[in-house]
Nanobody, 120 residues
Framework: QVQLVESGGGLVQAGGSLRLSCAAS????MGWFRQAPGKEREFVAA????????TYANSVKGRFGISRDDARNTVYLQMNSLKPDDTGVYYC?????????????????WGQGTQVTVSS
């Protein structure tokens, strides 16, 4: 049973920073998605199994950074210059392949989500 446990969400003012963590029970290709109220879940960032490739949604490029610590089976999402539009529940996801993935249906395992609220 794959377990993903997210942490690090919270309330922050616009322009501030947060770092999300996702602890996994093994090593996988990982991704972050978010869902705002009334909207569909959207891709945020992904990192390949090796960590050699990262990719981002255009809306967060240059502000967010995804990284992994394989000694801890943990993936991070560093979020800087946060905007109110970044508000939502952030989910980490794990995929069994070795590549990087941007679509929700490419991921087999999901965390419970952590709330990020950015106030203006």
């Amino acid at each position: 049973q794959v377990q993903l446990v997210e942490s690090g969400g919270g309330l922050v003012q616009a322009g501030g920073s947060l770092r999300l963590s996702c602890a996994a029970s093994g090593r996988y290709a990982m991704g972050w998605f978010r869902q705002a109220p009334g909207k569909e879940r959207e891709f945020v960032a992904a990192i390949s199994w090796s960590g050699g490739v990262t990719t981002y949604a255009n809306s967060v490029k240059g502000r967010f950074g995804i990284s992994r610590d394989d000694a801890r089976n943990t993936v991070y999402l560093q979020m800087n210059s946060l905007k109110p539009d970044d508000t939502g529940v952030y989910y980490c996801a794990a995929a069994s392949g070795r590549s990087w993935y941007t679509r929700p249906n490419e991921y087999q395992y999901w965390g419970q989500g952590t709330q990020v609220t950015v106030s203006s």
